[in-house]
């Protein structure tokens, strides 16, 4: 069994920053893809960004240059940095890790709980 426990979210004014992080939690797994999605109030989840293992990135357009995302292997550990956020950037981020477990041939995508986070001011 494998776990993603987010934490870091909170209320930020618009302009503010606000750091993310989510580690996997667990025995005889692999991580692979680890990433951040969100989901606004009426709104589909959608890309944050995304890292692989080999640390190749992908950002949604609307977060290049603002946020980024970093990662501890050894850890099972995600970040995001979230710089200059505003106020349509209210939402519940979720944590996603395509994990597989050990004796498994295929991985398979993991959600954290989501955390919300409210730019306010």
Known sequence: QVQL????GGLVQPGGSLG???????SGFTVYHMGWYRQAPGKERE??????RGRETNYADSVKGRFTISRVNATNTVFLQMNSLKHEETAVYFCNGYIRLMGEVAGRSNWGEGTLVTVSS
């Open 5 to 8: 426990v987010e934490s870091g």
């Open 20 to 26: 993310l992080s989510c580690a996997a939690s667990g």
């Open 47 to 52: 890309l944050v960004a995304r890292l692989t």
